[in-house]
């Protein structure tokens, strides 16, 4: 008895494999290609210069918080447009919902810790990938930073849940 072949053509099966890796990992090469755009522009934009953090923060120069500003307008335009034509995310196919979060005691000194981190590194969390991106080794300080400090905020919270108490945190 002959055993029979299933074995698709090379250049079949090289599309084929490309088709479902691409329909598999869609929002992961969507959320890259736009990750990479993001840091492109705002890499043309200065955003990504310490200089002009610095100089944003001294009043000397307000490129950074012209671009900001600009940003900030058309991201207002882009979530009433969503709101209003009950816009579908893209890889999901939901509606994309805006829950306005209740305000939380410690915003206030987050805010004012996030901006004493931004003055200080001369540059904003948004920044420190494409920084990197550009070869800026000084980003990565920064980057361990925002990851100790998301850590802290995280234990801490766990703390605060239990009490005060690390010995329920850990129960199953």
């Given at each position: 008895?002959?055993?029979?072949?299933?074995?698709?053509?090379?250049?079949?099966?090289?599309?084929?494999?490309?088709?479902?890796?691409?329909?598999?990992?869609?929002?992961?090469?969507?959320?890259?290609?736009?990750g990479?755009?993001?840091?492109?522009?705002?890499s043309?934009?200065?955003?990504?210069?310490?200089?002009?953090?610095?100089?944003?923060?001294?009043?000397?120069?307000?490129?950074?918080?012209?671009?900001?500003?600009?940003?900030?307008?058309?991201?207002?335009?882009?979530?009433?447009?969503?709101?209003?034509?009950?816009?579908?995310?893209?890889?999901?196919?939901?509606?994309?919902?805006?829950?306005?979060?209740?305000?939380?005691?410690?915003?206030?000194?987050?805010?004012?810790?996030?901006?004493?981190?931004?003055?200080?590194?001369?540059?904003?969390?948004?920044?420190?990938?494409?920084?990197?991106?550009?070869?800026?080794?000084?980003?990565?300080f920064?980057?361990?930073?925002?990851?100790l400090?998301?850590?802290?905020?995280?234990?801490?919270?766990?703390?605060?849940?239990?009490?005060?108490?690390y010995?329920?945190?850990?129960?199953?």
């Amino acid at each position: 008895m002959k055993k029979e072949s299933h074995n698709k053509p090379l250049f079949e099966s090289v599309k084929l494999t490309t088709i479902s890796f691409i329909y598999a990992y869609r929002s992961n090469i969507l959320g890259l290609i736009m990750g990479a755009t993001f840091g492109f522009l705002m890499s043309r934009a200065g955003a990504t210069t310490f200089d002009y953090h610095a100089e944003m923060f001294l009043f000397i120069d307000m490129q950074l918080m012209k671009v900001i500003g600009t940003a900030v307008v058309i991201a207002m335009i882009g979530v009433f447009l969503m709101k209003k034509y009950h816009v579908q995310a893209v890889t999901t196919g939901m509606e994309v919902d805006f829950v306005k979060k209740p305000y939380q005691q410690g915003l206030i000194a987050g805010a004012f810790l996030f901006g004493i981190g931004w003055a200080m590194t001369a540059s904003c969390p948004g920044t420190v990938p494409a920084m990197l991106g550009e070869g800026k080794i000084s980003a990565i300080f920064t980057l361990t930073g925002l990851l100790l400090g998301t850590m802290a905020y995280g234990v801490l919270q766990s703390f605060i849940a239990n009490n005060g108490s690390y010995a329920d945190a850990f129960k199953d």
